[in-house]
């Protein structure tokens, strides 16, 4: 069983914007409201309870569960709930927040002052995870210099190699790589993630949007990893499995 921050975690990965909730029985529903229009999104994100899995309403009728959305145990709005409900986070959610959303978002805000402060020798990113671990109440047990950078430029495209720690389960990332070009303002992120059972690790990536992108498995060649990568930046209609 999955509880409430659970549930909101995996909907956030699929939708950010969601800011309204209803609690059934075996099921939670997670969707956006529009407050002016009073009006609701027409594919909200629908995790069951037992095992966390994502579903939608065909499916529901064709396994003839349907019935599980007869019963409302709560609503309201998500930030008031969340913010009642709300219990420290594990060091798990944590390296996802901090390398999923807070990373990407900074990056994609801040662009080349982003890509300046992580270059410096003691790089922004170690403080911020030190002081995220701190406020949850998570003893470091990573010292601290968690987090590597290695900045480095392609022509006029600056590429930061973040390393984070082992990861000791997916999504998390063994390194993130962010792609900055000076001359048209193009910015892109993407991740190296854990698969499941010691598989080969995914290449995935954000956009600035809050869109997560899967490229599939990844090559355990650097060169040819990085050559795929800047494949991509370089191409804009590289295909891709959005999970938005």
Not at 203 to 226: A, K
Request: proline letters at 4%; a negative charge; glycine letters at 4%.
């Amino acid at each position: 069983m999955i509880d409430f921050n659970q549930a909101l975690s995996k909907a956030m990965e699929v939708n950010k914007n969601i800011n309204f909730y209803q609690e059934y029985k075996k099921m939670y529903v997670f969707t956006e409201r529009d407050e002016e229009k009073a009006e609701w999104d027409d594919a909200p994100v629908m995790i069951k309870k037992d095992d966390g899995s994502i579903t939608n309403y065909l499916k529901l009728s064709i396994e003839n569960h349907a019935w599980w959305l007869n019963e409302v145990i709560a609503e309201g709005i998500i930030d008031n709930s969340f913010t009642q409900e709300k219990k420290p986070f594990s060091m798990h959610q944590i390296w996802y927040m901090f390398e999923h959303k807070l990373i990407p978002e900074m990056f994609f805000n801040e662009g080349i002052k982003f890509m300046m402060a992580i270059a410096d020798e003691d790089n922004i990113l170690n403080k911020l995870i030190l002081e995220y671990m701190e406020s949850e109440g998570i003893s470091n047990q990573y010292g601290n210099n968690i987090i590597t950078v290695k900045p480095f430029r392609i022509k006029d495209i600056l590429v930061a190699q973040i390393i984070f720690p082992e990861p000791e389960e997916e999504p998390l990332c063994y390194e993130a790589y962010a792609f900055f070009d000076t001359v048209h303002d193009k910015s892109a992120y993407y991740c190296l993630e854990k698969g499941d059972l010691g598989e080969t690790p995914f290449l995935c990536g954000w956009e600035p949007e809050g869109t997560h992108v899967n490229y599939e498995l990844c090559s355990l060649d650097r060169g040819e990893m990085m050559a795929n990568m800047l494949r991509l930046f370089l191409d804009d209609g590289a295909t891709s499995e959005s999970e938005e």
